[in-house]
């Protein structure tokens, strides 16, 4: 077995967060080992999913 170390590509991105909501982001990693960066990827990806499952459902109900 050959280990293989992978990296996904990534590019940076500047983005304006309101205080307030960098604040709440903040609080709620803190403790869980997750980083504001992983953090907002993973709400990125939940957010999509949940559009593209929204527009399915909605073409069901038409």
């Known amino acids: 077995m050959e280990f293989k170390l992978t990296k996904k590509e990534s590019e940076n ?18 403790g869980n080992d997750i980083s504001f960066s992983r953090f ?3 709400a990125c990806d939940f957010a999509l999913k949940y559009m593209e499952n929204d527009k399915k459902n909605n073409k069901k109900n038409s």
Do not use: S
């Not at 991105?13 to 803190?30: H, Y």
């Open 40 to 42: 907002v990827i993973l």
């Open 13 to 30: 991105k500047t983005v304006r967060f309101p205080v307030e909501l960098i604040e709440d982001i903040n609080k709620a990693i803190a």
